[in-house]
């Protein structure tokens, strides 16, 4: 395992350069890759003469990890100086500034100086505490070494990189390796593809060894194209296996780019050959840079500097969309191998800036080359990969805890949870009090109208009353017959099995669902009508309240299924599946339950989820037993999965109503990865409204307490459900735990006042006058 240092020094250099490592042919193109913003920004800069220079300095290309003595072999070395490590960067520090004064560069060249200040980083960053007066000695007299050396031209420098070729045929990539050996090396044809085999082409320029190898022109993405282009790729992944290149040179032609240009296709098939690592190493080269630019949107021809701005990005954006990885930048080097391309004094070809891009390609490779020399001799290792982040986010464990102690309704074999059948079985004892109530005439609204307004709330009173108490008496009988459902099944009674020649119940519609406002003069919910049969089997839209106008506003659909297996053994799936060109998500709840005779009731289930473009899986298993009538004992397990991450959690729960109304419950449980684990409990009070279960009126009070790496964090909350009349009812909740964060929600709902509704209108109202004054204030700022 790497030391502080180590990690602090590998991230330094790693900085310095997009890549410091091998090109190979496996999976990943690249096998240690690292990625640099801040020096690609640094070199940017460095030729600030013209927008295009900055450009072609954008980003330094990556190199191979070489064996260093290939590049910094002194003949004056001595054994001992080649087992010393800040030797060695000692050594190619004096050849780096050799190679910048033979390109003829200053040493002042923000880019050369970015070079030297990382090596000197990080030799002082591995040197020990007595090494540093050497190190800054070293750095010193480097400078005067290698104009020595340079001026004598003695040692022999000896320095050189492999460079692949990649791009569509016709592009000029044989022209461009003819032009930096400035020699006739590689047959072209402006007619018609000149290269139809790889083959290696070796030179020297400026005393630089430079090999390339030269590949067959892919050809536009076409569906007949597609296998010949693999082909290509598969032959030169086979040609690098042994020797990989330092650069890759992927090829354009700038006069033939526009808004519709798109090589992404070509760029996804060449990824998927080589691997998102191949494009760490990539030079972007943009030939025909001396064409005449094409006509803007006012007629007039477009600036240089806007046009090459406008092609690097579009290329670059082709780039992200290949890799999925929107953090790459790559540089750009801009080309023209025209015979009659203007030259500077010394013969070299200039773009229309006066740039000689010539020298630029050279100091780019230089640069890159020697700082992955660098990242070579002190043995840094980075893990920057390309691609989605790998760095998913995982759900927390505290999250994952609340999620798992929250209680779940069990369903029996009577299709109901059996907390409200307790409830309402211990009001059968006596006598009905709907049965026992005085008719009443129903008013028509003229005799209502002629009501005091006393009078019409005593009536309305009244018709609530009977309301609440008709309601209460349908679920007591909907429960006196699941119960005899229930005995009949057992075998006490209909034993002359006319059970099993019942007829299905009829077919009921279910409510249409409200749909958006819509411009469109037919509404589309007929399309979605529903229908309760016998079946088991429901399915149903889902509705997006959010819906955009003429559309349909169903963007999925919901299963669900009840079934009783066999006896006391009732299995419910759940499942909502949504999707759209981009996204598909899911959500499905899986569960079996047995309910033993004797009282314990048994739960086995599955939980799916999508989370992006992953899924999280939850195996879960409860027992739950009652010890008296009202107090009743729960305890569970649960698994859940997600990527390559498993939680285990445990828990145990347990509740005790004290007569129909109030109820205490207790839980407490740990979810749990490898070292690390999280603890919690809550402690809840729930008073119930008079007519529960017919009116669900609550006031419910917790206690909460979570343990997570040694930090504890204490909470509470209220929540209460009531009606404020007949029509309008309120929600109010609220929490704070002990990091003093907390909030306070209220809702209200009402079908008799209206003007309720206003407050979004003033909420709306305000949200515009805060925007004007923005606006206003943002004018100001500006004039």
């Given at each position: 395992?790497?030391?502080?240092?180590?990690?602090?020094?590998?991230?330094?250099?790693?900085?310095?350069?997009?890549?410091?490592?091998?090109?190979?042919?496996?999976?990943?193109?690249?096998?240690?890759?690292s990625?640099?913003?801040?020096?690609?920004?640094?070199?940017?800069?460095?030729?600030?003469?013209?927008p295009?220079?900055?450009?072609?300095?954008q980003?330094?290309?990556?190199?191979?990890?070489?064996?260093?003595?290939?590049?910094c072999?002194?003949?004056?070395?001595?054994?001992?100086?080649?087992?010393?490590?800040?030797?060695?960067?000692?050594?190619?520090?004096?050849?780096?500034?050799r190679?910048v004064?033979?390109?003829?560069?200053?040493?002042?060249?923000?880019?050369?100086?970015k070079?030297?200040?990382?090596?000197?980083?990080?030799?002082?960053?591995?040197?020990?505490?007595?090494?540093?007066?050497?190190?800054?000695?070293?750095?010193?007299?480097?400078?005067?070494?290698?104009?020595?050396?340079?001026?004598?031209?003695?040692?022999?420098?000896?320095?050189?990189?492999?460079?692949?070729?990649?791009?569509?045929?016709?592009?000029?990539k044989?022209?461009?390796?003819?032009?930096?050996?400035?020699?006739?090396?590689?047959?072209?044809?402006?007619?018609?593809?000149?290269?139809?085999?790889?083959?290696?082409?070796?030179?020297?320029?400026?005393?630089?060894?430079?090999?390339?190898?030269?590949?067959?022109?892919?050809?536009?993405?076409?569906?007949?194209?597609?296998?010949?282009?693999?082909?290509?790729?598969?032959?030169?992944?086979?040609?690098?296996?042994?020797?990989?290149?330092?650069?890759?040179?992927?090829?354009?032609?700038?006069?033939l780019?526009n808004?519709g240009?798109?090589?992404?296709?070509?760029?996804?098939?060449?990824?998927?050959?080589?691997?998102?690592?191949?494009?760490?190493?990539?030079?972007?080269?943009m030939?025909?840079?001396?064409?005449?630019?094409?006509?803007?949107?006012?007629?007039?021809?477009?600036?240089?500097?806007?046009?090459?701005?406008?092609?690097?990005?579009?290329?670059?954006?082709?780039?992200?969309?290949?890799?999925?990885?929107?953090?790459?930048?790559?540089?750009?080097?801009?080309?023209?191998?025209?015979?009659?391309?203007?030259?500077?004094?010394?013969?070299?070809?200039?773009?229309?800036?006066?740039?000689?891009?010539?020298?630029?390609?050279?100091?780019l490779?230089?640069?890159?080359?020697?700082?992955?020399?660098?990242?070579?001799?002190?043995?840094?290792?980075?893990?920057?990969?390309?691609?989605?982040?790998?760095?998913?986010?995982?759900?927390?464990?505290?999250?994952?805890?609340?999620?798992?102690?929250?209680?779940?309704?069990?369903?029996?074999p009577?299709?109901?949870?059996?907390?409200?059948?307790?409830?309402?079985?211990?009001?059968?004892?006596?006598?009905?009090?709907?049965?026992?109530?005085?008719?009443?005439?129903?008013?028509?609204?003229?005799?209502?109208?002629?009501?005091?307004?006393?009078?019409?709330?005593?009536?309305?009173?009244?018709?609530?009353?009977?309301?609440?108490?008709?309601?209460?008496?349908?679920?007591?009988?909907?429960?006196?017959?699941?119960?005899?459902?229930?005995?009949?099944?057992?075998?006490?009674?209909?034993?002359?099995?006319?059970?099993?020649?019942q007829?299905?119940?009829?077919?009921?519609?279910?409510?249409?669902?409200?749909?958006?406002?819509?411009?469109?003069?037919?509404?589309?919910?007929?399309?979605?009508r529903?229908?309760?049969?016998?079946?088991?089997w429901?399915?149903?839209?889902?509705?997006?309240?959010?819906?955009?106008?003429?559309?349909?506003?169903?963007d999925?659909?919901?299963?669900?299924?009840?079934?009783?297996?066999?006896?006391?053994?009732?299995?419910?799936?759940?499942?909502q599946l949504?999707?759209?060109?981009?996204?598909?998500?899911?959500?499905?709840?899986?569960?079996?339950?047995?309910?033993?005779?004797?009282?314990?009731?048994?739960?086995?289930?599955?939980?799916?989820?999508?989370?992006?473009?992953?899924?999280?899986?939850?195996?879960?298993?409860?027992?739950?037993?009652?010890?008296?009538?009202?107090?009743?004992?729960?305890?569970?397990?649960?698994?859940?999965?997600?990527?390559?991450?498993?939680?285990?959690?445990?828990?145990?729960?347990?509740?005790?109503?004290?007569?129909?109304?109030?109820?205490?419950?207790?839980?407490?449980?740990?979810?749990?990865?490898?070292?690390?684990?999280?603890?919690?409990?809550?402690?809840?009070?729930?008073?119930?409204?008079?007519?529960?279960?017919?009116r669900?009126?609550?006031?419910?009070?917790?206690?909460?307490?979570?343990?997570?790496n040694?930090?504890?964090?204490?909470?509470?909350?209220?929540?209460?459900?009531?009606?404020?009349?007949?029509?309008?009812?309120?929600?109010?909740?609220?929490?704070?735990?002990?990091?003093?964060?907390?909030?306070?929600?209220?809702?209200?709902?009402?079908?008799?006042?209206?003007?309720?509704?206003?407050?979004?209108?003033?909420?709306?109202?305000?949200?515009?006058?805060?925007?004007?004054?923005?606006?206003?204030?943002?004018?100001?700022?500006?004039?």
């Amino acid at each position: 395992m790497m030391g502080v240092k180590d990690w602090v020094l590998s991230q330094l250099v790693s900085k310095s350069v997009v890549s410091s490592s091998q090109l190979s042919a496996g999976d990943r193109f690249s096998n240690d890759e690292s990625l640099n913003e801040e020096f690609s920004n640094q070199v940017a800069a460095d030729t600030s003469r013209s927008p295009i220079s900055n450009q072609e300095s954008q980003n330094d290309d990556p190199l191979q990890q070489v064996v260093v003595e290939n590049s910094c072999q002194s003949h004056s070395g001595t054994d001992e100086k080649r087992l010393d490590p800040m030797a060695k960067i000692e050594q190619l520090q004096i050849n780096f500034l050799r190679l910048v004064q033979r390109l003829r560069q200053s040493q002042d060249n923000l880019v050369v100086s970015k070079v030297l200040y990382r090596m000197h980083l990080a030799s002082l960053i591995r040197a020990g505490e007595s090494d540093l007066k050497r190190t800054n000695l070293r750095s010193d007299r480097a400078r005067k070494i290698a104009a020595e050396q340079e001026a004598s031209g003695l040692p022999e420098l000896d320095f050189s990189f492999r460079v692949l070729v990649l791009g569509k045929t016709g592009v000029g990539k044989s022209a461009t390796i003819n032009s930096i050996f400035n020699q006739f090396k590689a047959v072209t044809n402006a007619f018609q593809p000149a290269t139809d085999r790889i083959q290696e082409i070796g030179g020297t320029v400026n005393g630089i060894k430079i090999s390339f190898i030269d590949t067959p022109g892919l050809l536009p993405y076409s569906t007949s194209s597609v296998g010949r282009n693999r082909k290509i790729l598969c032959s030169v992944k086979r040609f690098i296996r042994k020797s990989p290149p330092d650069i890759v040179l992927y090829f354009e032609r700038l006069d033939l780019m526009n808004v519709g240009y798109s090589v992404f296709p070509l760029m996804k098939l060449i990824t998927e050959v080589f691997g998102s690592g191949i494009w760490f190493n990539t030079i972007l080269v943009m030939t025909h840079s001396f064409s005449a630019l094409p006509d803007g949107p006012n007629g007039y021809p477009l600036s240089y500097e806007s046009y090459v701005t406008q092609c690097t990005d579009l290329m670059q954006h082709h780039i992200h969309q290949a890799v999925s990885d929107s953090k790459l930048e790559n540089p750009v080097l801009f080309v023209e191998n025209h015979p009659h391309c203007k030259t500077d004094i010394t013969g070299e070809k200039i773009l229309p800036n006066g740039q000689v891009w010539k020298c630029q390609f050279l100091l780019l490779c230089v640069c890159t080359k020697v700082l992955g020399d660098v990242n070579t001799i002190l043995q840094l290792r980075d893990g920057i990969e390309l691609g989605p982040s790998n760095t998913t986010r995982l759900p927390s464990l505290p999250h994952l805890l609340s999620s798992f102690l929250r209680h779940r309704t069990v369903v029996g074999p009577s299709g109901a949870d059996g907390e409200a059948d307790v409830i309402l079985s211990s009001d059968m004892e006596g006598e009905d009090e709907y049965n026992q109530l005085p008719p009443i005439r129903i008013l028509t609204k003229t005799e209502f109208e002629k009501l005091t307004k006393l009078q019409q709330k005593d009536y309305l009173d009244e018709l609530d009353y009977r309301e609440t108490l008709y309601m209460k008496k349908q679920l007591k009988e909907e429960a006196h017959r699941r119960g005899e459902e229930k005995i009949r099944k057992d075998g006490t009674l209909g034993s002359d099995g006319s059970s099993d020649n019942q007829e299905p119940p009829e077919a009921v519609q279910l409510p249409d669902m409200a749909v958006p406002p819509s411009f469109d003069s037919d509404c589309p919910v007929h399309r979605y009508r529903c229908l309760l049969t016998g079946e088991q089997w429901l399915a149903r839209p889902v509705l997006d309240p959010h819906g955009w106008d003429h559309d349909v506003g169903f963007d999925g659909i919901n299963l669900e299924i009840v079934t009783e297996l066999k006896h006391n053994v009732v299995a419910s799936v759940t499942g909502q599946l949504s999707k759209d060109k981009q996204d598909f998500s899911i959500q499905s709840e899986c569960t079996a339950v047995y309910v033993d005779p004797r009282g314990p009731t048994y739960t086995v289930g599955l939980d799916i989820q999508s989370a992006t473009k992953n899924m999280i899986y939850t195996v879960h298993s409860n027992a739950k037993v009652r010890h008296f009538k009202h107090n009743v004992t729960e305890c569970g397990v649960c698994v859940t999965s997600f990527g390559e991450k498993n939680y285990i959690g445990a828990k145990i729960e347990d509740s005790v109503s004290v007569g129909k109304r109030l109820k205490f419950s207790m839980n407490a449980g740990c979810m749990g990865i490898f070292r690390q684990a999280a603890y919690g409990g809550s402690l809840e009070a729930t008073l119930r409204g008079r007519d529960y279960p017919v009116r669900n009126e609550s006031l419910s009070m917790t206690l909460t307490i979570l343990s997570f790496n040694k930090e504890t964090v204490v909470g509470g909350s209220f929540q209460t459900d009531f009606r404020l009349s007949r029509g309008t009812g309120m929600s109010v909740s609220g929490n704070l735990n002990s990091r003093k964060m907390g909030q306070v929600c209220v809702k209200t709902s009402s079908s008799d006042h209206v003007e309720i509704a206003l407050i979004a209108v003033i909420s709306m109202f305000r949200a515009l006058l805060r925007r004007r004054a923005t606006n206003h204030r943002e004018t100001l700022e500006t004039g």
